[in-house]
């Protein structure tokens, strides 16, 4: 495995083990300590606490929970929309098929973030799973696209033509020979869409329209960070550095497993 | 090239009246009607009231509220905005400046420094500053552009208080400066959003212009060249670097999409008073028509691009010049 592979792989684990274990060992995210306002990193507060007296540390801790369920849910949403629609588009021939192509480069056309803002406005702030829902549901076009590339190729190829040949119906064919071909490529691209929909989820709650508080998102923490910027940087330092990682991560990753499934593209 | 262009400029209209279509009635087929309920919730005069449920439909037929939607705004009308209590185009018209300030700046600086650097990567691709570079992108791609702009934020404008850590000009500058003053107030409020822009951004044409170069390095006619005792300079520019082009201009209508989404949030860090930060406020103050206005804008701007891109690329690339 390549260098950077291994480093995504122990990234990842490493994250999914802090959003798994890390809010049992750290305190709870919403109290306030009372006393330590502002505080820098110290022995008792390991990054800090924010204006409210709440730990740094265990916010983003506790965020990770939050932005990796999002990142994920929104993903899988992500990825059986567009594997099903670029195999729909690119398995056969027939106007179904080609009306669906027009759909997904039309899809492929319209901003993320303008559907998004749009969708945000007309909600309001929405909890954690409406908002993965929303961001699978607007991002499945890339992940159709490769899949519908690969469902293209998979059409002409000798094993599918030969099924078509045995009497095999059109739904076997998809489901049984050109779905089970298309869906690494889908797979590849989805996991490097990971990476798109943590920036979006902290971007989004960056803006002060994502996650509904109480709570905490690593974008949310940044937004709040900004006006004490001069007193305390720390309360930036936690949320940008373990989104970068968690980004890097799930790039890394993305890019391995494209290695791993598609060697010739290296 | 002539009938080519008519139909992918038919297209590109094509794409982004679905396109505003699609944030018209998305808004229309969410359920619960939420505009009757933003209207409700906001205390506004009877008259305006009945004008806003009219005009977006509360009650009507989703597709008359799209049909009246298009008329109007063909007439450059694109309804009353609910925070600014003003017609969205005007609005819109006055965030147009900032956002083509930043936004031509930011591509004019990636396409010359990133096809620069990802040129100079690929001749040196085994070199120590290659290597540095790639590394830079890596990270440059992963960090969000608003936790760039903060950092920047807080080197350039609070330990180090070279720039303005916000605003598009100094409220404070007397009113009788002259133009260079001006002038020169706007760019130092430019320079730490441009420099987020810039980084947040200029990884993808280096990696683009990085790869196609890689392809093109290796090529029979460079080794002919070099055979031939072409300087290397000419090598790099003439016989390596310009037929790598075509991808990287294609490239120019696939990433303005980043740009929008870019500008949206590092305009947002900087109070830039642009489209971006316009329509991330107008979505947080839940101003639908706004939002609409200004998607519908962006959304264009974006298939604009995307149609200049592909001219060039056509014009720039002999084989496909004439068919």
């Not at chain 2, 406020?281 to 701007?301: K, M, T």
């Amino acid at each position: 495995m390549k260098f950077t592979a291994r480093i995504g792989v122990t990234l990842s684990i490493l994250l999914a083990a802090v959003a798994m274990v890390g809010p049992w060992l750290v305190g709870d995210p919403t109290v306030a300590s009372g006393s330590d306002f502002l505080a820098s990193p110290s022995g008792s507060h390991l990054l800090g606490t924010d204006p409210f007296g709440r730990d740094v540390l265990a916010r983003t801790v506790h965020g990770a929970r939050v932005s990796l369920i999002v990142a994920l849910v929104s993903t899988v949403v992500a990825l059986m929309v567009g594997v099903a629609l670029g195999v729909l588009a690119g398995g056969h021939h027939n106007p179904v098929a080609r009306a669906l192509s027009h759909f997904i480069n039309f899809a492929l056309a319209v901003p993320r973030v303008i559907l998004l803002l749009v969708l945000v406005a007309a909600t309001g702030r929405l909890g954690p799973w409406a908002l993965a829902l929303m961001l699978g549901l607007t991002g499945w076009p890339t992940i159709a696209r490769l899949a519908r590339g690969e469902a293209l190729r998979l059409e002409h190829s000798g094993f599918v033509t030969a099924s078509e040949a045995l009497g095999a119906s059109l739904p076997r064919r998809l489901l049984r020979e050109i779905l089970p071909g298309a869906l690494p490529a889908g797979l590849v691209a989805a996991t490097l869409g990971i990476a798109d929909a943590l920036l979006l989820e902290a971007g989004l709650s960056y803006l002060g329209i994502g996650i509904r508080p109480p709570h905490p998102s690593w974008g949310g923490m940044i937004l709040e960070a900004q006006p004490y910027l001069a007193q305390a940087p720390w309360l930036l330092f936690g949320p940008a550095v373990a989104l970068v990682m968690a980004t890097v991560a799930a790039t890394l990753l993305g890019e391995a497993l494209r290695a791993r499934l598609n060697p010739v593209q290296r | 090239m002539g009938s080519w262009a008519v139909r992918r400029t038919a297209g590109a209209v094509l794409l982004t009246l679905l396109g505003s279509a699609t944030l018209v009635l998305l808004v229309q087929l969410l359920p619960g009607e939420p505009l009757a309920a933003i209207i409700g919730d906001r205390a506004l005069d009877p008259v305006t009231e009945a004008a806003l449920r009219e005009r977006w439909g509360v009650g009507r037929p989703p597709l008359t509220v799209l049909l009246d939607f298009f008329a109007n705004a063909v007439r450059g009308d694109l309804g009353v905005s609910l925070s600014e209590q003003r017609p969205v185009a005007e609005v819109l018209l006055g965030r147009l400046g900032p956002t083509l300030l930043l936004g031509g700046a930011t591509l004019l600086i990636n396409f010359t420094l990133g096809t620069w650097l990802g040129l100079w990567s690929a001749l040196r691709r085994d070199t120590a500053g290659a290597k540095l570079l790639t590394g830079i992108t890596l990270v440059s791609y992963a960090m969000p552009g608003f936790v760039i702009g903060l950092l920047l934020v807080w080197l350039l404008a609070i330990n180090w208080p070279l720039f303005p850590a916000a605003g598009y000009s100094d409220p404070l500058l007397a009113s009788d400066a002259s133009a260079w003053t001006r002038t020169g107030d706007v760019l130092r409020h430019l320079a730490l959003p441009l420099a987020t822009m810039v980084l947040a951004t200029i990884a993808v044409p280096i990696r683009m212009q990085r790869s196609a170069a890689l392809e093109t390095r290796d090529a029979t006619w460079v080794r002919a060249a070099i055979a031939r005792g072409v300087t290397p300079s000419r090598v790099a520019w003439r016989h390596i670097w310009r037929p790598a082009l075509g991808p990287v201009v294609t490239l120019l209508g696939l990433w303005l999409p980043m740009l929008v989404s870019g500008a949206i949030f590092v305009e947002s860090v900087f109070a830039w008073p642009g489209l971006g930060s316009l329509i991330a406020s107008a979505a947080a103050s839940r101003d639908i028509p706004l939002v609409i206005g200004a998607g519908v804008l962006l959304v264009a701007v974006v298939q604009l691009g995307s149609l200049l891109a592909d001219i060039v690329n056509r014009l720039l690339d002999p084989a496909q010049r004439n068919r």
